[in-house]
């Protein structure tokens, strides 16, 4: 298995969005690699033929009736918003694309 | 007299609430003031809800004068791990990025402890999002061990474990998802039960990583963990996840304790290199006691449990990864850099860059990685195969056993800051605990003496099979009873008072 | 967005390359509540009152499945003669966006519902072409961000956003098609109507309303072109939210004309999505994909797998209505109708109007003749839909049964529609207020008859003669004289009788 770089890092970083500082780069770069190095043994089994475990019990069809339940009061869905306005979440400027 | 009241056990305290011997409030007050007096160095708690808790006691107290049934822990303080949202109160995953949220709804373990009358006195200290195994990633500062004030209380669930050994509350909750409500009962004397995974619902619970996170009770003794084990477990409609089956009887098991003609397990690979003397010590005294009560002691071997702790830190920072996704400043919870000069996803960057701790970024960084195309199948998806083997090793062994036990943890609670800043010795923590996690059945810490090298308590391991939770209360309560019996006290009257 | 795009003719193009085109169609689901939580989909409804801590995101919250968006998905995969999977789960697709609350969607990755169908779809002149389908999957809808303080609400320029989560979590069933190829020229056109032939199966399975302008149905347009003659694939454009069937087939049209001139002239493309623009007809450059999304698609830990059992599967199959292309050709032979004709009618939106107006007892002749001319031209001139006209099937009904009872010609019949969508009421009293009656009074007629031949000598010479087409005249003044209430074939009858002429 490859090492992890600090541009490895750093591309996790904007993946994950964390800001990360130059410092934390260096720091996260060393600690990554040590575990990554550490629990790569798992691909000790990459290639046996075992169903894979997704889901720690074996339940299927879990499911609910299409009913309607009550909601959130927008006072309420909003409490903890950072800033509103019109009743919506209020966000600054969406760097999308056009 | 508050004296005497914190140190009742929950059964005990809840008999004499019905009895009418003590009111509600009187026991809320007793533990309130004895929060006062000791947390300013434990540092258990994140939030107490003094209001709260003294209103959910007075109505125990009124239902009881007019006449009403009361609940097996109708009256009886408990400490809320700050996991679980609570209406109107302050929750924080003892995340910085969450100060201040108040949820908008009760988690369903949370409604389930105050249709039980249950006094929730406040929320207590973590690791940030339960990732770490000593309670020092707490955005909020560490909590001591109330042992050894210098010592990790265990963690994630270190507030609610060092409420329990302090006398703060004679219950808590916590969640398990590597072992952060069993290796905190372990470090700190106390009982802690991670019931199989979908026994207890999520729904509410913070998520770390889903297909591992298990809310469980912590108590002092083997009954109260049983009586709080009823109160919140049980099919949630909310919870997919959520197992629909009667819950085990688990009262019933721990009133009668006993081990008589039953196979436990002792697992080869739980031994050897990284564990400390005294906690091989204790545990080899334990299995002669069980082999003492009447336990026929089996050795099993399960080789995939040695891959636990490499598939386990792949699959809970993977889930974890997604799970955290929705911190990013918009809805709820911190924003850092809205100035007007930064973008919606700069913010987003900028308040997870703020508001997350190390350890946090540490693994949302490894499960970024790890889920990545061109590295999952070689990390996720063979973790997800070491898990399935895993499951084959236990089910090989309960064929044989009916039980397994081990040490809880390798080591005795450790200094603060010993490990804080290499995270593969923290990691190594819950070597013992992660199987069950990754398997999904159940297991109880308890304690089984003090290390004599260094006097701090060692935990007691047992794992019983999936929705055969009540085969732990029967052996813990047997071992409890056993060692009380040995000691003439139950092992915290040893702690020092703090 | 100004720069101008080099095209070459569309006929160009396709002489020199073949398209290969996939269509990606989100459906958002008509279920009483959203894919996961409980809260009502009811539309319009004021910002954030339809939100609940799983659709917000909230720490802690949970999904739970909705059934009937899976028996929803399963009935769309059956109708799409697709495989539905005996095992399935829902994965995370994880990017972030702030109209998404938890930062992925709850999607589904390698373990569609359903896969490996096809639809026929007809096209305009009556020609069957058979659209491969990949795959169709359930996941859920975001939420929606008004732009504020830039130009006309659109993200450029604008100072901050408002979001609105009351559609977070809708139902939506993504379907994909294979790469579809061997449609040359006629590509925009089969991509047009592979979308109608998908609204209207998703109308008949009563799964959505598939309204396009209210977004129920958006359709992204990848494209591609390969040298004529070729086996390997270009490198495709994708062409998002094409939200109209017209648009739909002049995105494809355009993607064509601008790969060609970029590819003819020793250019490569780019792999990006593109944005269409309504008003020009025109697609520009949206983000471009310098490396590959990696969504991190892993299975959705907190649902547990979907594995719908062979019996429920049945019993849905069972229960599917005729499909759409199927019902047309049957009354397509039951009408005797042309494959051009019955295109039309389609077109016109009229397909079910006739059927209901022929279910209330109208003959299939006079319901299409209605719906199809008058009526038709009425929609026409007033800009309305067809079905938004203020008269029911079963009004039109009654007209054509007045028709056949001869209490009504075809002028006053045409007068009674006018009168009842102005609004004067049901047919029968539009004939009584209006006073439109056939004149079916024999003395009365005879007497306009005899007046009329009076009148005219020569043209009644001409038909004593034996040029019975000539009568067409005479009639002609007898309706003037009775303002057109009498039955132009009696008058007819008349004349002939009164000229002792054989009809
Ligand atoms: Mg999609
Ligand atoms: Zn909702």
Avoid at chain 3, 414 to 443: F, H, M, N, T
Wanted: hydrophobic fraction near 40%.
């Amino acid at each position: 298995m490859p090492g992890i770089t600090r541009e490895e890092v750093a591309h996790l970083a904007r993946l994950a969005r964390l800001e990360l500082k130059p410092e934390e780069l260096d720091h996260f770069a060393g600690q990554l690699d040590d575990i990554i190095g550490a629990v790569a043994r798992v691909s000790e089994v990459a290639d046996q033929d075992v169903p894979p475990t997704s889901h720690p019990l074996p339940l299927t069809n879990v499911m609910r009736a299409d009913e309607v339940r009550p909601s959130l009061t927008p006072e309420q869905a909003l409490s903890g918003a950072p800033a509103q306005e019109q009743q919506r979440f209020k966000v600054p400027q969406i760097l999308g694309e056009e | 007299m508050s004296d005497q009241i914190i140190k009742l056990t929950a059964a005990e305290t809840a008999a004499k609430i019905a009895s009418g011997e003590l009111t509600a409030v009187e026991v809320t007050e007793a533990h309130l003031a004895r929060i006062e007096a000791v947390d300013e160095k434990v540092h258990a708690f994140l939030h107490v809800d003094r209001e709260g808790a003294l209103a959910q006691a007075r109505a125990v107290d009124a239902k009881r004068e007019r006449g009403e049934k009361l609940g097996p822990l109708a009256g009886v303080p408990l400490a809320l791990k700050d996991i679980f949202t609570t209406e109107g109160v302050p929750t924080t995953v003892g995340s910085k990025i969450l100060e201040g949220w108040i949820p908008p709804y009760d988690a369903t373990l949370t409604k389930r402890l105050k249709a039980a009358d249950v006094v929730i006195l406040g929320k207590t200290n973590m690791d940030e999002f339960a990732m770490g195994s000593s309670t020092e990633n707490s955005a909020y500062g560490p909590t001591g061990n109330p042992w050894d004030l210098t010592r990790i209380p265990g963690g994630s669930g270190g507030g609610s474990s060092a409420a329990l050994a302090a006398h703060m509350a004679p219950l808590a909750i916590g969640t398990d998802t590597g072992g952060s409500i069993r290796q905190p009962a372990a470090v700190t004397g106390t009982v802690g039960v991670k019931p199989t995974y979908g026994a207890v619902s999520r729904y509410g619970m913070v998520a770390f990583s889903s297909s591992l996170d298990q809310g469980g009770p912590c108590a002092r003794t083997v009954l109260d963990a049983a009586l709080l084990h009823e109160v919140i477990a049980g099919h949630d409609p909310m919870d997919s996840t959520s197992v629909d089956e009667p819950v085990p009887p688990v009262v019933e098991a721990a009133r009668n304790g006993s081990v008589q003609g039953m196979r436990v397990g002792v697992v080869k690979q739980f031994r050897g290199e990284g564990y400390q003397a005294g906690v091989v010590q204790r545990f080899d005294e334990s299995v002669e006691l069980l082999r003492e009560l009447g336990a026929e002691i089996v050795e099993l071997d399960c080789p995939s449990f040695d891959l636990a702790l490499s598939a386990y830190y792949l699959i809970a920072p993977s889930e974890c990864s997604s799970n955290l996704a929705r911190f990013d400043g918009l809805r709820y919870g911190a924003r850092v850099g809205d100035d007007g000069t930064h973008s919606a996803e700069e913010v987003t960057s900028l308040t997870r860059e703020a508001g997350f701790g190390d350890e946090v970024k540490r693994r949302i960084m490894l499960g970024t990685y790890a889920l990545s195309s061109g590295y999952y199948d070689a990390y996720y998806g063979s973790a997800q195969k070491v898990r399935t083997l895993i499951k084959r090793d236990f089910d090989k062994a309960f064929e044989q056993v009916d039980v397994i036990v081990s040490p809880t943890t390798p080591t005795t609670a450790f200094p603060i800051g010993e490990r804080a800043d290499d995270p593969m010795a923290m990691y190594l923590a819950d070597l013992c605990t992660i199987p069950t996690n990754l398997a999904g059945n159940a297991a109880m810490s308890l304690p089984c003496g003090l290390a004599p090298e260094d006097n701090l308590p060692v935990g007691l391991q047992i794992i019983a099979p999936v929705m055969k939770d009540d085969r732990l209360y029967k052996v813990g309560a047997a071992v409890e009873a056993a060692f009380v019996e040995k000691w003439g006290h139950p092992l915290l009257e040893e702690a020092p008072s703090l | 967005m100004t720069t101008t795009t080099d095209l070459v003719s569309y006929e160009d193009a396709l002489a020199s390359y073949d398209p290969v085109m996939g269509l990606e169609v989100h459906v958002e689901l008509g279920t009483k509540t959203k894919m996961f939580c409980g809260c009502s989909t009811a539309l319009g409804q004021d910002a954030n009152t339809q939100t609940c801590p799983v659709c917000l995101g909230l720490p802690g919250a949970l999904p739970v499945v909705n059934a009937t968006g899976v028996e929803s998905a399963i009935k769309i995969g059956l109708a799409l003669n697709c495989e539905i999977a005996e095992w399935c789960r829902f994965a995370r697709k994880n990017y972030f966006y702030p109209d998404m609350p938890k930062n992925f969607q709850t999607s589904q990755y390698d373990e569609p519902i359903a896969f490996d169908g096809y639809l026929d779809v007809q096209l305009e002149d009556g020609e069957v072409f058979r659209v491969e389908i990949e795959r169709a999957h359930m996941e859920e809808d975001t939420g929606k961000s008004t732009h504020v303080g830039g130009a006309t609400g659109r993200i450029h320029g604008a100072s901050h956003s408002l979001l609105d989560y009351n559609r977070a979590g809708i139902p939506l069933i993504e379907i994909v098609t294979k790469p579809i190829v061997g449609a040359g020229e006629r590509a925009p056109e089969v991509a047009r109507a592979y979308v109608r032939e998908l609204r209207e199966l998703i109308r008949a399975l009563g799964v959505s309303e598939a309204r396009m302008e209210m977004g129920q149905m958006r359709c992204d347009v990848n494209l591609s072109l390969m040298p004529k003659g070729a086996e390997k694939f270009g490198t495709r454009s994708e062409t998002k939210n094409v939200n109209s069937l017209r648009s739909v087939e002049r995105a494809a049209r355009f993607e064509i004309q601008r790969h060609a001139a970029v590819l003819s002239s020793g250019g490569t493309i780019v792999q990006e999505t593109r944005h269409f623009h309504e008003d020009t007809g025109s697609t520009t450059s949206g983000r471009v994909k310098e490396e590959a999304e990696d969504y991190r698609y892993f299975p959705e830990p907190d649902l547990v797998p979907v594995a719908p059992s062979r019996e429920w599967v049945e019993e849905l199959r069972a229960g599917l209505p005729e499909l759409p292309l199927v019902r047309r050709n049957r009354l397509r032979e039951e009408w005797g109708v042309s494959a051009t004709d019955m295109q039309a009618i389609l077109n016109a939106g009229a397909l079910d109007l006739i059927v209901a107006t022929i279910d209330a007892g109208a003959d299939a002749a006079s319901a299409r003749k209605w719906w199809m001319g008058e009526l038709a031209r009425s929609a026409n001139e007033s800009g309305t839909a067809l079905d938004e006209l203020a008269i029911t099937p079963a009004q039109v009904a009654r007209v054509t049964e007045l028709v056949a009872k001869g209490d009504l010609n075809d002028k006053l019949a045409r007068q009674v529609i006018e009168g009842v969508l102005a609004g004067e009421g049901a047919p029968d009293e539009v004939v009584e207020k209006r006073g439109l009656k056939v004149v079916s009074d024999e003395g009365a007629l005879t007497a306009a008859v005899d007046e009329a031949i009076a009148g005219n000598p020569a043209i009644a010479d001409k038909i004593r003669g034996g040029k019975v087409a000539a009568a067409g005249a005479l009639v002609g003044a007898v309706m003037k004289a009775t303002r057109g209430q009498a039955d132009a074939a009696r008058v007819k009858e008349l004349i002939l009788q009164k000229l002792g002429v054989e009809g």
